[in-house]
RNA sequence: GGCCCAUUCGUCUAUCGGCUAGGACGCAAGAUUUUCAUUCUUGAAAGAGCAGUUCGAUUCUGCUAUGGGCUACCA
C-alpha cells in the first residue's frame, strides 16, 4: 500500500519559533518534498491563555525567508481546513461525545486546586486506573449529579479513560519499536470545558486523522506521549490508518546541560531564533539569524545537519541537494549539541561562494545607516568592493568594517604599524611614489603593480616597508585586500590625496 | 522519585561483526602573501565502564554510570 505522504509542522504560537522548531519544519519540508507530498501548517492553539499576538505571523515570515513553502495552511488554504485549531471546535466537541458515548472517556470535575491536594498528599499521585475512583467524576457521581453540576455551570475536562496492564507499542521510524505499559500512563485530559478547547493531544489525533497525515515528524520531547497516543487513535476506531511516527532528537545547549531552550537566546551569544523578535509584552528584542547577517541558505544546510547525514563526507547542500538525500535512516538518535561555531563558519562558506552582486545588494542598507554618502557611490562600485573583501567575513554585517575604507579615507592610523613601517625616510619614498603614480595612465591592478614594483627594485628600496607605509596611507592599517586592487578601485587621484594625507599625518616615533 | 530515550575525537558525525576507527568545525604548526585574511599542507584529538555472545566486537545482549526528555485543565 503507497500512502500519499502528507505531513505536518504544527506550532503553537506561544511566541517566536525557535530554531530547534525550525529544523523540525525543514525535516517535514524535505521529507514531503522528496516524496512528492504536502506539507502542512497547523496551527495549534488550543491554550488559550499562551496566545501571543505576532507568533503566527512571526512563523509565517521564518519559513518563508528560510525558504520552506506551505502546501496547505491558514494562509494558503487547502481542502482540510480550517487549520488553526481555535477554529475547528465543533469537530472536536463531536469526537470527545463519541469517546464518552463510547464509554473511552469520562467526565471529571477536579477542581486544579483539588488536584495539586491530592499531588501533596499523595507522592508519584497519577490520574488512573489506581486512583479515578476516588476522584470526583463520571464514574463516581452518577448520571444524574453529573448532568446537574454540567447544568449548574460547574467547569469540567473529559479524560481519557486508560485501560491498564496493555503493552502499548509505538514504531518509530528513526527509534524502531517502543514498548510501554499502559499503567504508567495516566487519564490525560482531552478537553477543558472551561474554554471548549481541547488539549494538544486530542486536538492533534484528531487533526492528524482529518488531514490524513501520513507521518508525524516532532520533537523527540513528544516521544512520552505517543502511546498515549497510539490509545487515542485505537479509542477513536483509528488505529489502521494511524500515521507513522517520526520523532527526532533534540537541540541541546552548546554547553552545560539541558536542550536549546528560548531562553538562552541572547545568554549565550548567538541567536536562537530565524528572524529577530520584538515581546509585545516586555519590550524584549531577541536577536534573529537574518538580522545578525546569516543567509537564510547557510542556516539550512547548518541545521539540515544537526540531527541529519548523508552518509558521504558531503557538507555544503542546496535545499534541492537536501530533498534528494534526506532520509530518517541517515537521522541521529542523539540530542545535538548546537555548535555555533560551525554554524558561523557555514556562513562564511555561504557569503564566499555567493555573487559578488547578490551580496553587495544585501551589503547596500548596511553601507547606508553607516556612510554619510553612500549615495554616491554606484552599485558597480560596492559590488568590486565586497567581491574583494567577502572571504573574509562571516556575517554580512562584518562587510562594513571590512570595506570602510573603499568609501571613507582613513583619519588615523594603526600605531603599531607606524612605528613597525614607518621608517625616517619614508616620507621621501611616498613623495617618489605619488610622482610614480601619476605617470601611470592604466591603473588597472596588474599594470599598476608592475610599475610601482618596478620602481621598488630600481632604486632597490624594502619591499615589505614601501608597500605596507603605502597600505598605511591607503588604508589606515596594514590589512586588507591586495594592494593594487584597492588602488585600482578607489582610483588615482583618491589614491594619491589619501599618501599626501598620509605623508602630512603620520608622525613617526623615532 | 517514576517512565522512556540515548552514549565514537571538545563539537557535529561516518562505520550497518574484520579498524592502521574516516570526514567536518574548532585548535596547533608550517607553506603561500608586500599586510591582514583567504587558501593549501600537516598534526594533536574518540569507541563511558564491566560482563557476556563470537574465530573476531565500536558494531549484538545484559548490567552499571552518565546525559537527555517526559511526568499540567502547556504545546
Not at 471546535?89 to 477536579?110: C, E, M, N, S, T
Not at 470526583?136 to 446537574?148: I, Y
Request: proline share 5%.
Amino acid at each position: 500500500m503507497t500512502q500519499k505522504v502528507r505531513v505536518r509542522f504544527a506550532p503553537s504560537p506561544t511566541g517566536p519559533l525557535h530554531i530547534g522548531g525550525v529544523r523540525t519544519a525543514l525535516y517535514n519540508y524535505l521529507f514531503a518534498r522528496q516524496k512528492g507530498g504536502t506539507m502542512i501548517l497547523r496551527i495549534e492553539d488550543t491554550d488559550s491563555n499562551r496566545f501571543v499576538p505576532g507568533a503566527e505571523e512571526y512563523i509565517n515570515e521564518s519559513l518563508r525567508w528560510l525558504g520552506i513553502e506551505i502546501d496547505e495552511g491558514v494562509a494558503e488554504g487547502g481542502n482540510y481546513g480550517p487549520y488553526k485549531q481555535s477554529e475547528r471546535r465543533d469537530i472536536y466537541r463531536r469526537y470527545v461525545k463519541q469517546l464518552l458515548d463510547d464509554g473511552k472517556a469520562y467526565i471529571a470535575f477536579d477542581t486544579p486546586e483539588e488536584l495539586e491536594a491530592k499531588r501533596a498528599e499523595i507522592a508519584n499521585f497519577q490520574y488512573d486506573a489506581s486512583t479515578r475512583l476516588s476522584m470526583r467524576n463520571s464514574l463516581t457521581l452518577g448520571a444524574d449529579e453529573v448532568e446537574r453540576l454540567i447544568a449548574a455551570g460547574e467547569k469540567y475536562v473529559v479524560r481519557i479513560l486508560i485501560e491498564p496492564g496493555r503493552e502499548v507499542v509505538v514504531d518509530d521510524l528513526i527509534r524502531g519499536r517502543v514498548v510501554i505499559n499502559s499503567s504508567v500512563i495516566d487519564d490525560k485530559v482531552l478537553y477543558k470545558s472551561a474554554d471548549d478547547l481541547p488539549t494538544y493531544h486530542l486536538a492533534n489525533i484528531v487533526d492528524d486523522h482529518l488531514m490524513e497525515v501520513s507521518h508525524v515528524i516532532r520533537g523527540e520531547e513528544w516521544l512520552p506521549s505517543a502511546p498515549l497516543h497510539v490509545l487515542l487513535y485505537e479509542a477513536l476506531g483509528w488505529s489502521d490508518t494511524r500515521p507513522q511516527f517520526v520523532h527526532l532528537p533534540l537541540l541541546l545547549k552548546p554547553t552545560g546541560n539541558g536542550k536549546l531552550s528560548k531562553r538562552d537566546g541572547d545568554k549565550l551569544g548567538f541567536p536562537v531564533f530565524p528572524l529577530e523578535w520584538h515581546d509585545p509584552k516586555s519590550g524584549d528584542i531577541s536577536s534573529g539569524y537574518r538580522e545578525s547577517g546569516y543567509l537564510p541558505e547557510a542556516v539550512v544546510n547548518f541545521l539540515a545537519l544537526l540531527g541529519w547525514n548523508p552518509g558521504t563526507d558531503q557538507e555544503m547542500f542546496t535545499m534541492q541537494e537536501l530533498i534528494d538525500q534526506f532520509s530518517f535512516e541517515h537521522c541521529s538518535k542523539k540530542g545535538a549539541r548546537f555548535d555555533y561555531e560551525k554554524g558561523k563558519w557555514f556562513n562564511h562558506e555561504y557569503i564566499s561562494r555567493m555573487d559578488d552582486e547578490s551580496l553587495a545588494r544585501l551589503f547596500r542598507p548596511i553601507l547606508e545607516k553607516n556612510v554619510d554618502n553612500a549615495a554616491d557611490f554606484g552599485d558597480d562600485y560596492v559590488t568590486r568592493a565586497v567581491g574583494l573583501v567577502k572571504t573574509r567575513v562571516n556575517f554580512v554585517g562584518e562587510l562594513m568594517e571590512q570595506t570602510r575604507f573603499f568609501f571613507v579615507a582613513p583619519t588615523t592610523y594603526n600605531e603599531k604599524d607606524i612605528k613597525k613601517r614607518w621608517k625616517e625616510d619614508t616620507p621621501r619614498i611616498m613623495g617618489e611614489l605619488i610622482e610614480v603614480l601619476e605617470g601611470i595612465d592604466d591603473m588597472t591592478s596588474a599594470n599598476a603593480e608592475a610599475i610601482v614594483l618596478g620602481w621598488i627594485k630600481e632604486h632597490e628600496y624594502h619591499m615589505g616597508n614601501v608597500m605596507n607605509a603605502f597600505r598605511l596611507t591607503v588604508v589606515g592599517e596594514c590589512k586588507g585586500p591586495h594592494m593594487f586592487d584597492i588602488t585600482e578601485l578607489i582610483g588615482k587621484q583618491e589614491t594619491i590625496a589619501r599618501i599626501k594625507r598620509g605623508i602630512d599625518n603620520i608622525v613617526s616615533p623615532q
